[in-house]
């Protein structure tokens, strides 16, 4: 590695980190020692996945009082888990959460960086984050953030990530010379402040010796990775009530959904609007749901029948005083909302008659 020695090259990171942390509910006030409560790292660093630190903090107070240690976790019903992680998105990570805190109820933490990486969930850099922001051990974590800053600092040229092993090895001597809680949330921070995609180098610490910065390329360092084509659909979102109950569909056992209640969907371009208003339905305005490789154009609906019949394959009929207890993802909690709300009677929209008979279609 043709690289400066880390230890030096990031030495100015610590002192301008103690100056500049926010303060955290999950972050140690003394960044020498091992945490007090490595399970409130293992919960904000699962919760920080692909979500703004502003959007954690609340979600990560109510859980902590709700679920204060691993086993008070482990003992935890699904549905109770997945309705104090809704709105976080991406739920499986409640559910590795779960499974994670289980194993550590049953056998205590482990002693090393394999032992948190064989826990549900943690991959390298989850396990290695835990490791150096919980138990004060030298391993590196790499987040999007920390590549940005490497790769800048150090002019690589291509996609950081696949010099990660590189980089893993080069991090070890700061971390020990500056403490790996310490230099790991400098690292973090300076990311998510200073050097983002559009860097401030003005607020930069290590700008003097940022290979980037001095050959003024920070804006094409590191390369923008191209993002896979995210396909759209078109489709109705129904909320169908007959005799004080709603028809869903229950939890998955797995996949990206999996513990969520979900709300009826029906394919708007194979089930066309008709023209004229239908007494029995209410709209409200629609929505683009976004997804990392899907885009939704959500028409919302609420269908009302004076009688209920047997609920198709996949789908349960639920009374209407247990919908607000149901863990929703965001998109069916937007709905459940707006049923709250007056609505209108649509002036396009499938006939009531289309909409359940394609609900009730055999091997929908």
Known sequence: MPWP???DLLAPLAPWFDGVRRELPWRAQDLDAPHADPYAVLVSELMLQQTQVATVVPYFLLWMHRFPT????AAADEDSVHKAWEGLGYYRRARFL?????????????????????????????AAAVGALAFQWPTPALDGNAFRVLARLLLIEDDPRRQAAELREWLVPALRAHGPSRLTQALMELGATACQA?????????ADRCEAHLQARTREIPPVAKRARQHTAELWLLALEAEGRFLLHPPA????LAGLWRWPTLDATALPAATGPASALRAWPGWTQVYTHRREAVSPLHLRRDRSFPAPEGLLWVPRAELAALPLGKRDQRLRDLLATPGERPLTAPKPAALI????????
Do not use: I
């Open 253 to 256: 056992a797995s996949g990206l």
């Open 70 to 73: 691993p086993k008070a976790l």
């Open 98 to 126: 779960k499974a994670a805190a289980t194993v550590v109820a049953a056998q205590g933490w482990p002693k090393n960086l394999a032992g948190l990486a064989d826990l549900p969930g943690l991959g390298p850099y989850t």
């Open 5 to 7: 020695a880390s230890a």
């Open 357 to 364: 008979a394609a609900l009730t279609a055999p091997g929908r």
């Open 198 to 206: 559009t860097p401030a180098c003005g607020r930069c610490p290590l």
